[in-house]
């Protein structure tokens, strides 16, 4: 761990670096993104082998998860910066004229980025990229608990970029607390409610802007009209990925009574087909993080029946993917996020039953559903907040970086992706520019004589 007046100094050098200049213009932050797409292609095997020592993550996903999405986020930046750092211009009121009103995107200055342990490249370096295009110095604090992973974004950073423009500082908790002292610009943070919580106290502190992409439970709505085998596909795929640790994974499925066991009977095929008939043995099912996580996951077997899988290896932080019926709203698994391979199933009747069991609780940052009806797909996205909605498919959404990513509520504030990111690391400056030529000198005093003149004349 750095020292606190090491932690200090950096911020103050980039601070420094900032100041200079380089960042503001457009061709450097292109040059740096490049160099950034370039080294990443460069590094794929060794991001690749750190992402499966972390978390046991197959090359497939962690090239889909960590890597294709993050070079096809800096193409959009590289390809839309020149449109997006222009200044837009508004309309002037006639008293104003002449002069032109213009809004005017500019860096925030020196951003920290806090990021979780889950997608722990990609989601270090989906927030850089942003913070780089809107012309910002950055410091990035990847998690402590994927070490491999960290050290090949201290590799990437801190030996091909200007450390004063961006950097990587490794370390846990503590490390985090003494970045919170600075005095940063904006601060971006993803990981639990809980530790944002802390974040946003420590920002309030010197009314730093945050940005906080949390999580919690995001449910699974699925309705009669569907295509079952498919629905089961991916609801198992969207669950599964990554052993069930993703922020939008579907926490939890509401099913319609009238398809329940048929759709049931296809997750446990869908489970089979994609994993075999011992996941443990399948190279593309990942692993549980560390002890912590497995002990916690493996207390929620415990409630309701399950119907497919339950399987743990300790040694191997192993939980093989797991359905749980006869779940009630009261069962600890029904409480707290699970973040991981372990699906609850409940049901309902009536759709307003569905919506109304998700609105007695915090706001999701995903929900999902998945229905052909329009009226019942109607009825979820108007009666139901989230941070996003995926209709028929899940986690999917994640990956349409024209869409803004975020949560609402308890699940996060603010939002990325694309032009979504540009704006959160920019601050929109608000210019009046006035002309010395026509001054009727009506709105100076004395001001007798001069109201009836104002209302005559604008109202
Ligand atoms: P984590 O334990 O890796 O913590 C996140 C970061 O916070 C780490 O860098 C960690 O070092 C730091 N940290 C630890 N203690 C801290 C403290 N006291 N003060 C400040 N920072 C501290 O990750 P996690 O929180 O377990 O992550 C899992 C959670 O993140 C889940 O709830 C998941 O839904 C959420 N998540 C959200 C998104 C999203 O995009 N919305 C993405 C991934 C994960």
Redesign the pocket.
């Known amino acids: 761990m750095l020292k606190t007046e090491n932690i200090s100094i950096i911020v103050k050098e980039q601070n420094k670096y900032f100041l200079l200049g380089d960042t503001q213009k457009v061709k450097f932050r292109q040059q740096q993104l490049q160099q950034l797409k370039q080294l990443i292609v460069k590094k794929e095997s060794e991001i690749v082998k750190a992402l499966n020592k972390d978390l046991g993550k197959c090359q497939f996903e962690s090239y889909l998860s960590e890597i294709r999405i993050i070079k096809k986020e800096i193409d959009n930046m590289i390809n839309n910066l020149r449109k997006w750092v222009k200044p837009c211009y508004v309309a002037t009121p006639i008293e104003q004229v002449p002069g032109t009103a213009f809004i005017q995107p500019q860096p925030k200055g020196v951003v920290l980025i806090?990021?979780?342990?889950?997608?722990p490249f990609s989601?270090a370096i989906m927030p850089l990229i942003g913070a780089i295009a809107a012309g910002n110095c950055a410091i990035i604090?990847?998690?402590?608990?994927t070490p491999h992973t960290s050290q090949v974004l201290v590799k990437i950073i801190n030996n091909h970029f200007d450390n004063n423009y961006v950097k990587v500082i490794e370390?846990?908790?503590e490390?985090?607390?003494q970045l919170?002292k600075e005095k940063f610009d904006h601060i971006f943070?993803?990981?639990?409610?809980?530790?944002g919580k802390?974040?946003m106290e420590?920002a309030a502190k010197q009314l730093i802007p945050v940005t906080l992409?949390?999580?919690?439970k995001s449910p699974c709505i699925v309705d009669k009209k569907i295509n079952i085998k498919e629905t089961a596909k991916r609801i198992v795929w969207g669950k599964f990925l990554n052993a069930g640790q993703?922020?939008?994974a579907p926490d939890y499925l509401l099913v319609n009574q009238q398809i329940k066991l048929q759709l049931l009977e296809a997750i446990k095929k869908a489970i089979k087909e994609f994993y075999g008939e011992n996941p443990f043995q399948s190279s593309d099912y990942g692993r549980i993080i560390n002890k912590h996580h497995f002990k916690r996951l493996s207390t929620l077997l415990t409630s309701g029946q399950i119907i497919v899988g339950g399987q743990v290896i300790p040694e191997e932080n192993y939980i093989s993917p797991t359905i749980i019926d006869q779940v009630s709203s009261e069962f600890p698994i029904m409480q707290d996020?699970i973040?991981g391979p372990i699906l609850p199933i409940l049901d309902y009747d009536k759709i307003e039953e569905a919506i109304a069991f998700i609105n007695q609780r915090p706001n999701p940052?995903a929900i999902y559903l998945f229905s052909n009806d329009k009226k019942q797909q109607k009825k979820v996205l108007e009666n139901t907040l989230s941070g996003g909605v995926g209709i028929n498919d899940t986690v999917m959404q994640y990956g349409v970086l024209t869409l803004p990513?975020?949560?609402v509520g308890k699940?996060?504030m603010g939002s990325y992706h694309g032009k979504a990111s540009f704006d959160t690391f920019s601050h929109y400056k608000s210019v009046l520019k006035r002309s010395f030529w026509l001054e009727t000198n009506l709105r100076f005093p004395p001001y007798q004589g001069k109201l009836k003149w104002i209302k005559r004349l604008l109202g």
């Open positions: 806090i990021s979780p342990w889950n997608y989601l604090k990847p998690s402590e608990l370390g846990g908790k490390t985090s607390q919170l943070f993803t990981g639990s409610p809980d530790l802390i974040v420590a992409e949390l999580g919690g993703s922020c939008i996020e973040f940052l990513f975020g949560g699940s996060g």
